[in-house]
T-cell receptor, first 114, second 113 residues
Framework: AQTVTQSQPEMSVQEAETVTLSCTYD???????LFWYKQPPSRQMILVIR??????QNATENRFSVNFQKAAKSFSLKISDSQLGDTAMYFC???????????FGEGTQLTVNP | DTAVSQTPKYLVTQMGNDKSIKCEQN?????MYWYKQDSKKFLKIMFS???????INETVPNRFSPKSPDKAHLNLHINSLELGDSAVYFC????????????FGNGTRLTVT
Protein backbone atom coordinates (compact mmCIF):
# COMPACT_ATOMS: atom_id res chain seq x y z
CA ALA A 1 0.00 0.00 0.00
CA GLN A 2 1.11 3.51 -0.72
CA THR A 3 1.96 5.90 2.11
CA VAL A 4 2.28 9.66 2.03
CA THR A 5 4.18 11.59 4.70
CA GLN A 6 4.11 15.29 5.43
CA SER A 7 6.67 15.91 8.14
CA GLN A 8 5.70 19.51 8.91
CA PRO A 9 2.43 19.67 10.90
CA GLU A 10 2.56 23.48 10.99
CA MET A 11 4.37 26.23 9.14
CA SER A 12 4.16 29.99 9.02
CA VAL A 13 5.40 32.58 6.55
CA GLN A 14 5.28 36.33 6.19
CA GLU A 15 3.12 37.81 3.49
CA ALA A 16 4.97 38.17 0.15
CA GLU A 17 7.65 35.64 1.14
CA THR A 18 8.22 32.14 -0.23
CA VAL A 19 7.52 28.92 1.62
CA THR A 20 8.09 25.26 0.77
CA LEU A 21 5.97 22.41 2.08
CA SER A 22 7.48 18.92 2.12
CA CYS A 23 5.96 15.63 1.07
CA THR A 24 7.46 12.18 0.65
CA TYR A 25 5.74 9.01 -0.45
CA ASP A 26 6.40 5.34 -0.73
CA UNK A 27 5.31 3.19 -3.65
CA UNK A 28 6.47 0.31 -5.79
CA UNK A 29 4.62 1.62 -8.85
CA UNK A 30 6.51 3.29 -11.67
CA UNK A 31 3.68 5.43 -12.93
CA UNK A 32 1.33 7.43 -10.74
CA UNK A 33 0.07 10.92 -10.08
CA LEU A 34 0.68 13.38 -7.28
CA PHE A 35 -1.50 16.21 -6.10
CA TRP A 36 -1.54 19.08 -3.65
CA TYR A 37 -4.90 20.08 -2.21
CA LYS A 38 -5.68 23.10 -0.09
CA GLN A 39 -8.34 23.19 2.65
CA PRO A 40 -9.05 26.71 3.96
CA PRO A 41 -11.12 27.28 7.12
CA SER A 42 -14.25 27.03 4.97
CA ARG A 43 -13.42 23.29 4.85
CA GLN A 44 -13.66 23.15 1.06
CA MET A 45 -11.06 20.90 -0.63
CA ILE A 46 -9.42 22.75 -3.52
CA LEU A 47 -6.97 21.29 -6.03
CA VAL A 48 -3.79 23.36 -6.12
CA ILE A 49 -1.55 21.47 -8.53
CA ARG A 50 -0.93 18.01 -9.97
CA UNK A 51 2.07 16.16 -11.36
CA UNK A 52 2.28 13.08 -13.54
CA UNK A 53 5.16 10.84 -12.51
CA UNK A 54 6.26 10.09 -16.06
CA UNK A 55 6.78 13.80 -16.74
CA UNK A 56 10.15 15.11 -15.62
CA GLN A 57 9.14 18.73 -15.88
CA ASN A 58 7.89 20.18 -12.62
CA ALA A 59 4.32 21.43 -12.70
CA THR A 60 3.56 25.10 -12.07
CA GLU A 61 0.33 27.00 -11.52
CA ASN A 62 0.85 30.74 -11.12
CA ARG A 63 2.49 31.22 -7.68
CA PHE A 64 2.49 27.49 -6.96
CA SER A 65 5.17 25.12 -8.19
CA VAL A 66 6.44 21.70 -7.25
CA ASN A 67 9.83 20.10 -6.94
CA PHE A 68 9.29 16.51 -8.00
CA GLN A 69 12.19 14.17 -7.29
CA LYS A 70 11.06 10.74 -8.46
CA ALA A 71 14.12 8.81 -7.31
CA ALA A 72 13.89 10.34 -3.86
CA LYS A 73 10.08 9.96 -3.85
CA SER A 74 9.74 13.58 -2.88
CA PHE A 75 7.08 16.07 -3.99
CA SER A 76 7.40 19.48 -2.33
CA LEU A 77 5.16 22.49 -2.93
CA LYS A 78 6.61 25.98 -3.23
CA ILE A 79 4.35 28.97 -2.74
CA SER A 80 5.82 32.25 -3.96
CA ASP A 81 4.66 35.72 -2.96
CA SER A 82 2.52 34.26 -0.16
CA GLN A 83 -0.86 35.89 0.35
CA LEU A 84 -3.15 35.96 3.38
CA GLY A 85 -5.63 33.86 1.42
CA ASP A 86 -3.07 31.06 1.22
CA THR A 87 -3.66 30.33 4.90
CA ALA A 88 -5.01 26.79 4.87
CA MET A 89 -4.29 23.14 5.53
CA TYR A 90 -2.32 21.68 2.62
CA PHE A 91 -2.57 18.00 1.76
CA CYS A 92 -0.23 16.03 -0.46
CA UNK A 93 -1.91 13.09 -2.21
CA UNK A 94 -0.82 10.05 -4.21
CA UNK A 95 -2.99 8.76 -7.05
CA UNK A 96 -2.76 5.25 -8.45
CA UNK A 97 -3.02 4.63 -12.17
CA UNK A 98 -4.10 1.04 -11.64
CA UNK A 99 -7.09 1.95 -9.54
CA UNK A 100 -9.10 4.84 -8.23
CA UNK A 101 -7.50 5.29 -4.84
CA UNK A 102 -6.16 8.67 -3.72
CA UNK A 103 -4.06 8.46 -0.55
CA PHE A 104 -3.54 11.63 1.47
CA GLY A 105 -0.76 12.78 3.78
CA GLU A 106 -1.48 14.07 7.27
CA GLY A 107 -1.52 17.69 6.14
CA THR A 108 0.49 20.84 6.88
CA GLN A 109 -1.26 23.83 8.42
CA LEU A 110 0.16 26.93 6.75
CA THR A 111 -0.39 30.37 8.27
CA VAL A 112 0.47 33.48 6.30
CA ASN A 113 1.14 36.41 8.61
CA PRO A 114 0.60 40.06 7.63
CA ASP B 1 -23.63 25.18 -11.29
CA THR B 2 -21.50 22.14 -12.02
CA ALA B 3 -20.39 20.64 -8.76
CA VAL B 4 -20.42 17.90 -6.21
CA SER B 5 -23.16 18.67 -3.73
CA GLN B 6 -23.79 16.86 -0.48
CA THR B 7 -26.51 17.32 2.09
CA PRO B 8 -26.87 18.09 4.87
CA LYS B 9 -23.99 20.42 5.66
CA TYR B 10 -24.32 19.80 9.38
CA LEU B 11 -25.84 16.84 11.17
CA VAL B 12 -26.23 16.60 14.93
CA THR B 13 -27.74 13.44 16.33
CA GLN B 14 -27.75 11.16 19.34
CA MET B 15 -26.00 7.88 19.81
CA GLY B 16 -27.90 4.92 18.46
CA ASN B 17 -29.73 6.84 15.76
CA ASP B 18 -29.60 6.06 12.03
CA LYS B 19 -28.77 8.84 9.58
CA SER B 20 -28.03 9.34 5.88
CA ILE B 21 -25.88 11.75 3.92
CA LYS B 22 -26.67 12.34 0.27
CA CYS B 23 -24.28 13.19 -2.54
CA GLU B 24 -24.87 14.15 -6.14
CA GLN B 25 -22.49 15.20 -8.91
CA ASN B 26 -23.36 16.73 -12.26
CA UNK B 27 -19.84 16.63 -13.68
CA UNK B 28 -20.45 13.47 -15.70
CA UNK B 29 -17.87 11.56 -13.64
CA UNK B 30 -18.05 7.79 -13.42
CA UNK B 31 -16.43 7.28 -10.02
CA MET B 32 -17.56 8.54 -6.62
CA TYR B 33 -16.09 8.30 -3.14
CA TRP B 34 -16.72 8.79 0.53
CA TYR B 35 -13.84 10.07 2.64
CA LYS B 36 -13.81 10.58 6.40
CA GLN B 37 -11.85 13.46 7.95
CA ASP B 38 -11.22 13.00 11.65
CA SER B 39 -10.57 15.58 14.33
CA LYS B 40 -6.87 15.67 13.40
CA LYS B 41 -7.84 16.50 9.81
CA PHE B 42 -6.65 13.14 8.48
CA LEU B 43 -8.50 12.10 5.32
CA LYS B 44 -9.19 8.42 4.92
CA ILE B 45 -11.01 6.73 2.08
CA MET B 46 -14.05 4.70 3.03
CA PHE B 47 -15.74 3.62 -0.19
CA SER B 48 -15.57 4.10 -3.93
CA UNK B 49 -18.07 3.29 -6.64
CA UNK B 50 -17.48 3.16 -10.38
CA UNK B 51 -20.65 3.20 -12.48
CA UNK B 52 -22.69 1.96 -9.51
CA UNK B 53 -20.27 -0.87 -8.76
CA UNK B 54 -18.39 -0.94 -5.45
CA UNK B 55 -14.66 -0.95 -6.18
CA ILE B 56 -13.10 0.17 -2.89
CA ASN B 57 -14.37 -0.93 0.50
CA GLU B 58 -11.93 -0.08 3.26
CA THR B 59 -12.02 -1.47 6.76
CA VAL B 60 -15.15 0.33 7.81
CA PRO B 61 -17.71 -0.93 10.34
CA ASN B 62 -20.65 -2.55 8.59
CA ARG B 63 -22.88 0.05 10.25
CA PHE B 64 -21.79 2.19 7.28
CA SER B 65 -23.55 1.28 4.06
CA PRO B 66 -23.06 3.18 0.80
CA LYS B 67 -25.69 3.11 -1.90
CA SER B 68 -25.30 4.25 -5.50
CA PRO B 69 -28.61 4.31 -7.39
CA ASP B 70 -26.84 5.69 -10.47
CA LYS B 71 -23.41 6.98 -11.33
CA ALA B 72 -24.34 10.54 -10.38
CA HIS B 73 -25.41 9.70 -6.83
CA LEU B 74 -23.69 8.09 -3.88
CA ASN B 75 -25.39 8.12 -0.50
CA LEU B 76 -24.02 7.05 2.85
CA HIS B 77 -26.25 5.48 5.48
CA ILE B 78 -25.00 5.02 9.02
CA ASN B 79 -26.78 2.78 11.51
CA SER B 80 -26.52 2.84 15.30
CA LEU B 81 -24.35 5.95 15.41
CA GLU B 82 -21.50 6.04 17.93
CA LEU B 83 -19.54 8.93 19.44
CA GLY B 84 -16.50 7.93 17.37
CA ASP B 85 -18.43 8.49 14.16
CA SER B 86 -18.23 12.24 14.75
CA ALA B 87 -16.20 13.62 11.85
CA VAL B 88 -16.48 15.48 8.57
CA TYR B 89 -17.56 13.25 5.70
CA PHE B 90 -16.60 14.25 2.19
CA CYS B 91 -18.10 13.03 -1.02
CA UNK B 92 -15.90 13.27 -4.13
CA UNK B 93 -16.02 12.29 -7.77
CA UNK B 94 -13.66 11.82 -10.71
CA UNK B 95 -13.19 9.97 -13.95
CA UNK B 96 -11.73 6.52 -13.38
CA UNK B 97 -8.29 7.57 -14.51
CA UNK B 98 -5.36 8.22 -12.22
CA UNK B 99 -4.61 11.61 -13.78
CA UNK B 100 -8.03 12.99 -13.09
CA UNK B 101 -8.17 14.86 -9.77
CA UNK B 102 -10.94 14.42 -7.26
CA UNK B 103 -13.66 17.03 -7.07
CA PHE B 104 -14.95 17.31 -3.53
CA GLY B 105 -18.24 18.29 -2.03
CA ASN B 106 -18.20 20.78 0.83
CA GLY B 107 -18.40 18.12 3.48
CA THR B 108 -20.93 17.12 6.11
CA ARG B 109 -19.97 17.71 9.73
CA LEU B 110 -21.52 14.89 11.74
CA THR B 111 -21.69 15.33 15.51
CA VAL B 112 -22.89 12.43 17.61
CA THR B 113 -23.86 13.30 21.19
Amino acid sequence: AQTVTQSQPEMSVQEAETVTLSCTYDTSESNYYLFWYKQPPSRQMILVIRQEAYKQQNATENRFSVNFQKAAKSFSLKISDSQLGDTAMYFCAFGETSGSRLTFGEGTQLTVNP
Amino acid sequence: DTAVSQTPKYLVTQMGNDKSIKCEQNLGHDTMYWYKQDSKKFLKIMFSYNNKELIINETVPNRFSPKSPDKAHLNLHINSLELGDSAVYFCASTYNRGASPLHFGNGTRLTVT
